[in-house]
Protein backbone atom coordinates (compact mmCIF):
# COMPACT_ATOMS: atom_id res chain seq x y z
CA UNK A 1 0.00 0.00 0.00
CA UNK A 2 1.57 3.51 -0.93
CA UNK A 3 2.06 5.92 1.83
CA UNK A 4 -0.69 8.19 2.50
CA UNK A 5 1.56 11.44 2.17
CA UNK A 6 2.71 9.93 -1.13
CA UNK A 7 -1.15 9.47 -2.25
CA UNK A 8 -1.32 12.89 -1.07
CA UNK A 9 1.47 14.24 -3.03
CA UNK A 10 -0.06 12.75 -6.29
CA UNK A 11 -3.83 14.29 -5.81
CA UNK A 12 -2.62 17.51 -5.45
CA UNK A 13 -0.25 17.37 -8.30
CA UNK A 14 -3.17 15.84 -10.80
CA UNK A 15 -5.65 19.01 -9.30
CA UNK A 16 -3.13 21.44 -10.25
CA UNK A 17 -3.05 19.81 -13.62
CA UNK A 18 -6.83 19.96 -13.95
CA UNK A 19 -7.34 23.54 -12.98
CA UNK A 20 -4.46 24.10 -15.41
CA UNK A 21 -6.08 22.72 -17.87
CA UNK A 22 -9.70 24.75 -17.25
CA UNK A 23 -8.30 28.32 -16.83
CA UNK A 24 -6.28 27.47 -20.50
CA UNK A 25 -9.41 26.58 -21.46
CA UNK A 26 -11.44 29.78 -20.48
CA UNK A 27 -8.76 32.13 -21.35
CA UNK A 28 -7.35 32.66 -24.72
CA UNK A 29 -3.77 32.76 -25.16
CA UNK A 30 -1.95 36.01 -26.51
CA UNK A 31 -0.09 35.34 -29.63
CA UNK A 32 2.83 37.47 -29.43
CA UNK A 33 5.31 38.59 -32.24
CA UNK A 34 6.54 41.41 -33.97
CA UNK A 35 4.14 40.90 -36.72
CA UNK A 36 7.04 40.75 -39.57
CA UNK A 37 5.76 38.81 -42.52
CA UNK A 38 1.78 38.87 -41.55
CA UNK A 39 -0.04 37.90 -43.75
CA UNK A 40 2.04 34.48 -45.03
CA UNK A 41 -1.17 32.86 -45.78
CA UNK A 42 -4.55 34.04 -46.98
CA UNK A 43 -7.23 36.08 -43.90
CA UNK A 44 -10.48 34.89 -43.70
CA UNK A 45 -13.10 37.66 -43.52
CA UNK A 46 -16.45 37.62 -41.90
CA UNK A 47 -19.08 39.19 -43.18
CA UNK A 48 -22.48 38.93 -40.85
CA UNK A 49 -24.98 39.43 -43.85
CA UNK A 50 -26.18 38.38 -46.65
CA UNK A 51 -23.90 38.62 -49.55
CA UNK A 52 -24.72 41.61 -51.93
CA UNK A 53 -25.68 43.76 -48.68
CA UNK A 54 -24.55 47.20 -48.01
CA UNK A 55 -21.85 45.73 -45.69
CA UNK A 56 -20.81 43.01 -48.25
CA UNK A 57 -20.49 46.09 -50.95
CA UNK A 58 -18.36 48.05 -48.73
CA UNK A 59 -16.22 45.10 -47.88
CA UNK A 60 -15.80 44.22 -51.64
CA UNK A 61 -14.35 47.24 -51.98
CA UNK A 62 -11.81 47.31 -49.62
CA UNK A 63 -11.09 43.20 -51.31
CA UNK A 64 -9.82 45.16 -54.17
CA UNK A 65 -6.89 47.24 -52.70
CA UNK A 66 -6.36 44.94 -49.63
CA UNK A 67 -3.17 42.60 -51.61
CA UNK A 68 -1.76 45.71 -52.23
CA UNK A 69 -1.05 46.49 -48.53
CA UNK A 70 -0.99 43.28 -47.18
CA UNK A 71 1.77 40.87 -48.86
CA UNK A 72 -0.36 40.10 -52.08
CA UNK A 73 -2.27 37.71 -49.67
CA UNK A 74 -6.26 37.53 -50.81
CA UNK A 75 -8.83 38.00 -48.28
CA UNK A 76 -11.54 34.75 -48.18
CA UNK A 77 -15.02 35.76 -47.34
CA UNK A 78 -17.37 34.06 -45.20
CA UNK A 79 -20.98 35.03 -44.87
CA UNK A 80 -22.48 33.95 -41.52
CA UNK A 81 -25.99 36.15 -41.71
CA UNK A 82 -28.74 35.87 -38.93
CA UNK A 83 -30.45 37.86 -35.83
CA UNK A 84 -29.40 41.15 -36.58
CA UNK A 85 -25.73 40.46 -37.65
CA UNK A 86 -25.36 38.56 -34.22
CA UNK A 87 -24.57 35.22 -35.43
CA UNK A 88 -21.66 36.63 -37.60
CA UNK A 89 -20.24 38.81 -34.48
CA UNK A 90 -20.44 36.21 -32.27
CA UNK A 91 -18.18 33.90 -35.02
CA UNK A 92 -15.68 36.85 -34.73
CA UNK A 93 -15.83 36.99 -31.20
CA UNK A 94 -14.82 33.27 -30.74
CA UNK A 95 -12.55 32.56 -34.01
CA UNK A 96 -8.85 31.89 -33.06
CA UNK A 97 -6.97 35.22 -32.22
CA UNK A 98 -4.17 34.43 -35.05
CA UNK A 99 -4.90 37.45 -36.95
CA UNK A 100 -5.86 35.36 -39.48
CA UNK A 101 -9.76 35.64 -39.01
CA UNK A 102 -11.12 39.25 -39.30
CA UNK A 103 -14.78 40.66 -39.66
CA UNK A 104 -16.52 43.45 -40.42
CA UNK A 105 -18.74 45.15 -37.63
CA UNK A 106 -21.89 47.19 -37.65
CA UNK A 107 -22.13 49.61 -35.00
CA UNK A 108 -24.03 50.29 -32.84
CA UNK A 109 -25.04 46.70 -33.58
CA UNK A 110 -22.99 44.87 -32.10
CA UNK A 111 -23.02 47.46 -28.73
CA UNK A 112 -26.39 47.06 -28.55
CA UNK A 113 -26.56 43.42 -28.94
CA UNK A 114 -24.10 42.84 -26.24
CA UNK A 115 -26.64 44.68 -23.70
CA UNK A 116 -29.30 42.15 -24.63
CA UNK A 117 -30.45 39.88 -22.04
CA UNK A 118 -30.06 37.50 -25.27
CA UNK A 119 -26.13 38.23 -25.53
CA UNK A 120 -23.90 35.62 -27.39
CA UNK A 121 -20.74 37.98 -27.10
CA UNK A 122 -19.71 41.35 -25.01
CA UNK A 123 -18.22 44.44 -26.33
CA UNK A 124 -15.00 43.68 -24.74
CA UNK A 125 -14.74 40.29 -26.95
CA UNK A 126 -12.99 42.53 -30.06
CA UNK A 127 -10.44 44.83 -30.55
CA UNK A 128 -11.25 47.18 -33.43
CA UNK A 129 -9.20 47.36 -36.38
CA UNK A 130 -10.72 50.90 -38.24
CA UNK A 131 -13.84 52.51 -39.02
CA UNK A 132 -14.23 52.73 -42.61
CA UNK A 133 -18.05 54.17 -42.91
CA UNK A 134 -20.03 56.69 -41.02
CA UNK A 135 -23.44 56.76 -42.35
CA UNK A 136 -25.56 59.70 -40.74
CA UNK A 137 -29.22 59.63 -39.88
CA UNK A 138 -31.80 62.01 -40.67
CA UNK A 139 -35.06 63.15 -39.80
CA UNK A 140 -37.57 62.77 -43.51
CA UNK A 141 -41.10 63.51 -44.27
CA UNK A 142 -43.09 63.28 -47.33
CA UNK A 143 -42.79 66.43 -49.61
CA UNK A 144 -46.72 66.42 -49.71
CA UNK A 145 -46.32 66.81 -45.85
CA UNK A 146 -47.04 70.34 -44.78
CA UNK A 147 -43.95 70.05 -42.39
CA UNK A 148 -41.80 71.85 -44.19
CA UNK A 149 -38.77 72.49 -41.64
CA UNK A 150 -37.54 70.92 -38.01
CA UNK A 151 -39.41 73.52 -35.74
CA UNK A 152 -42.27 72.47 -37.87
CA UNK A 153 -41.88 69.31 -37.11
CA UNK A 154 -41.36 69.42 -33.27
CA UNK A 155 -44.82 71.48 -33.51
CA UNK A 156 -46.86 68.83 -35.10
CA UNK A 157 -45.47 66.42 -33.05
CA UNK A 158 -46.31 68.44 -29.64
CA UNK A 159 -49.63 69.32 -31.06
CA UNK A 160 -50.14 65.72 -31.47
CA UNK A 161 -49.60 64.60 -28.14
CA UNK A 162 -47.53 61.00 -28.92
CA UNK A 163 -49.40 60.07 -31.63
CA UNK A 164 -47.07 61.64 -34.27
CA UNK A 165 -46.35 58.12 -35.71
CA UNK A 166 -42.36 57.88 -37.03
CA UNK A 167 -40.80 54.69 -38.82
CA UNK A 168 -37.65 52.97 -37.49
CA UNK A 169 -36.01 49.56 -38.81
CA UNK A 170 -36.57 47.42 -35.85
CA UNK A 171 -36.21 47.65 -31.94
CA UNK A 172 -33.67 47.50 -30.06
CA UNK A 173 -31.83 49.18 -32.74
CA UNK A 174 -29.94 52.12 -33.86
CA UNK A 175 -33.27 53.86 -35.17
CA UNK A 176 -35.09 52.77 -32.01
CA UNK A 177 -31.70 54.27 -30.02
CA UNK A 178 -31.72 57.81 -32.36
CA UNK A 179 -35.72 58.46 -31.55
CA UNK A 180 -35.46 57.84 -28.31
CA UNK A 181 -32.44 60.40 -27.28
CA UNK A 182 -34.83 62.56 -29.95
CA UNK A 183 -37.30 62.26 -27.69
CA UNK A 184 -35.14 63.51 -24.89
CA UNK A 185 -33.27 66.18 -26.73
CA UNK A 186 -36.72 67.73 -28.02
CA UNK A 187 -38.90 67.14 -25.63
CA UNK A 188 -41.23 65.47 -27.07
CA UNK A 189 -42.63 61.73 -27.70
CA UNK A 190 -43.46 60.16 -30.39
CA UNK A 191 -45.17 56.87 -31.49
CA UNK A 192 -42.18 54.42 -33.48
CA UNK A 193 -43.39 52.32 -35.94
CA UNK A 194 -40.76 49.79 -36.72
CA UNK A 195 -40.34 47.98 -40.29
CA UNK A 196 -38.64 45.01 -41.27
CA UNK A 197 -36.18 47.50 -43.65
CA UNK A 198 -35.02 50.55 -44.95
CA UNK A 199 -36.97 49.72 -48.08
CA UNK A 200 -40.20 49.11 -45.84
CA UNK A 201 -40.38 52.17 -44.01
CA UNK A 202 -39.49 54.24 -47.39
CA UNK A 203 -42.46 52.95 -48.74
CA UNK A 204 -44.82 53.55 -46.18
CA UNK A 205 -43.72 57.32 -45.91
CA UNK A 206 -44.11 57.63 -49.91
CA UNK A 207 -47.69 55.94 -49.06
CA UNK A 208 -48.61 58.91 -46.71
CA UNK A 209 -49.13 55.63 -43.21
CA UNK A 210 -46.65 57.12 -41.84
CA UNK A 211 -45.70 60.90 -40.46
CA UNK A 212 -41.98 60.69 -40.69
CA UNK A 213 -38.98 57.97 -40.65
CA UNK A 214 -35.52 58.09 -39.28
CA UNK A 215 -33.28 57.00 -42.24
CA UNK A 216 -29.59 56.49 -43.24
CA UNK A 217 -28.09 58.99 -45.58
CA UNK A 218 -27.27 55.92 -47.69
CA UNK A 219 -30.84 54.47 -47.97
CA UNK A 220 -32.11 58.66 -48.50
CA UNK A 221 -29.66 59.35 -51.34
CA UNK A 222 -31.81 56.82 -53.38
CA UNK A 223 -35.41 59.00 -52.72
CA UNK A 224 -33.74 62.57 -52.56
CA UNK A 225 -36.48 63.99 -55.45
CA UNK A 226 -39.35 62.35 -53.04
CA UNK A 227 -38.33 63.43 -49.93
CA UNK A 228 -37.82 65.77 -47.70
CA UNK A 229 -35.00 66.43 -45.33
CA UNK A 230 -35.48 68.21 -41.99
CA UNK A 231 -32.56 67.75 -40.40
CA UNK A 232 -28.89 65.16 -40.61
CA UNK A 233 -27.53 64.06 -37.29
CA UNK A 234 -23.88 64.62 -38.39
CA UNK A 235 -21.73 67.18 -36.52
CA UNK A 236 -21.20 68.89 -39.59
CA UNK A 237 -23.34 69.23 -43.50
CA UNK A 238 -22.77 66.10 -45.60
CA UNK A 239 -21.58 67.14 -49.10
CA UNK A 240 -23.87 65.05 -50.55
CA UNK A 241 -26.53 67.05 -49.04
CA UNK A 242 -25.43 70.61 -48.78
CA UNK A 243 -28.56 71.89 -48.59
CA UNK A 244 -29.93 69.92 -45.36
CA UNK A 245 -29.39 71.44 -41.82
CA UNK A 246 -27.85 69.61 -39.22
CA UNK A 247 -29.55 69.53 -35.67
CA UNK A 248 -26.52 70.88 -33.72
CA UNK A 249 -27.12 74.06 -35.98
CA UNK A 250 -30.75 74.44 -35.34
CA UNK A 251 -30.15 74.39 -31.96
CA UNK A 252 -30.04 70.81 -30.66
CA UNK A 253 -27.02 68.58 -29.60
CA UNK A 254 -27.93 65.53 -31.40
CA UNK A 255 -25.68 63.54 -33.10
CA UNK A 256 -26.51 59.99 -34.69
CA UNK A 257 -24.84 57.21 -37.17
CA UNK A 258 -24.52 53.76 -38.09
CA UNK A 259 -21.11 52.90 -38.92
CA UNK A 260 -19.14 50.08 -39.76
CA UNK A 261 -15.68 48.64 -39.50
CA UNK A 262 -13.31 45.96 -39.28
CA UNK A 263 -12.02 43.92 -36.02
CA UNK A 264 -10.56 40.85 -34.68
CA UNK A 265 -11.12 38.70 -31.79
CA UNK A 266 -9.71 39.93 -28.06
CA UNK A 267 -6.10 38.60 -27.09
CA UNK A 268 -5.20 39.07 -30.79
CA UNK A 269 -0.95 39.58 -30.87
CA UNK A 270 -0.61 43.68 -30.65
CA UNK A 271 1.97 43.47 -33.46
CA UNK A 272 -0.73 41.91 -35.78
CA UNK A 273 -3.34 44.59 -34.55
CA UNK A 274 -0.64 47.13 -35.17
CA UNK A 275 -0.06 46.05 -38.84
CA UNK A 276 -3.85 45.79 -39.79
CA UNK A 277 -4.20 49.38 -38.65
CA UNK A 278 -1.48 50.57 -40.60
CA UNK A 279 -2.58 48.69 -43.55
CA UNK A 280 -6.29 50.15 -43.11
CA UNK A 281 -5.43 53.40 -42.51
CA UNK A 282 -3.10 53.21 -46.07
CA UNK A 283 -6.62 51.71 -47.60
CA UNK A 284 -8.80 54.17 -46.98
CA UNK A 285 -6.30 56.92 -47.96
CA UNK A 286 -5.98 55.43 -51.62
CA UNK A 287 -7.98 57.99 -53.64
CA UNK A 288 -9.01 55.20 -55.99
CA UNK A 289 -10.37 53.55 -53.31
CA UNK A 290 -12.40 56.60 -51.94
CA UNK A 291 -13.36 57.44 -55.59
CA UNK A 292 -14.76 53.87 -55.89
CA UNK A 293 -17.07 54.33 -52.17
CA UNK A 294 -18.39 57.56 -53.61
CA UNK A 295 -19.33 55.77 -56.54
CA UNK A 296 -21.40 53.41 -54.42
CA UNK A 297 -23.12 55.80 -52.07
CA UNK A 298 -20.61 54.62 -49.30
CA UNK A 299 -20.39 56.96 -47.14
CA UNK A 300 -16.42 56.90 -46.19
CA UNK A 301 -14.97 58.33 -42.86
CA UNK A 302 -12.00 56.37 -41.60
CA UNK A 303 -10.90 56.61 -38.18
CA UNK A 304 -8.05 54.93 -36.62
CA UNK A 305 -8.73 51.62 -34.75
CA UNK A 306 -7.79 53.74 -31.26
CA UNK A 307 -10.69 56.29 -32.03
CA UNK A 308 -13.14 54.14 -33.24
CA UNK A 309 -12.74 51.99 -30.15
CA UNK A 310 -13.29 55.27 -27.91
CA UNK A 311 -16.39 56.00 -29.77
CA UNK A 312 -17.48 52.46 -29.32
CA UNK A 313 -17.32 52.91 -25.27
CA UNK A 314 -18.90 56.65 -25.10
CA UNK A 315 -21.93 55.20 -27.64
CA UNK A 316 -22.19 51.82 -24.82
CA UNK A 317 -22.59 54.03 -22.15
CA UNK A 318 -24.99 56.36 -23.69
CA UNK A 319 -27.20 53.21 -24.79
CA UNK A 320 -26.89 52.15 -21.67
CA UNK A 321 -28.32 54.46 -20.09
CA UNK A 322 -31.66 54.64 -22.76
CA UNK A 323 -31.87 50.80 -22.18
CA UNK A 324 -32.62 51.15 -18.20
CA UNK A 325 -34.33 54.75 -18.45
CA UNK A 326 -37.32 53.16 -21.16
CA UNK A 327 -36.76 49.70 -19.42
CA UNK A 328 -36.13 48.03 -22.50
CA UNK A 329 -34.47 44.58 -21.13
CA UNK A 330 -37.99 44.57 -19.39
CA UNK A 331 -39.74 44.48 -22.98
CA UNK A 332 -37.35 42.08 -25.08
Not at 209 to 235: K, P, V, W
Request: net charge neutral.
Amino acid sequence: MLPKRFTWYVSMIAAVMLLSVVLYGCVKPVNKSNGEGYPNKPVQLIIAFTAGGSSDVQARIVEKYWKKYFNDQPLAFEYKPGAGGQVGFTEIARAVPDGYTIGGVNVPHILLQSLSPQATFCKDDFVHIAQVVNDPQLIVVNPNNPIRTLDDFIAEAKKKEGRMTVGIVGTFTAHHMALLKLQDILGVKFNAVPFQGSADQNVALLGGHIDAIIGNLNDIMRYTEQFRMLAIASENRHQWLPDVPTFQELGYSFTSDIRRGFSVPANTDPAIVQRLREGFQQICNDPEYLNEMEKIGQPAAYLSGEDFTKYCDRYYEEAKQLIDKYELNKKN
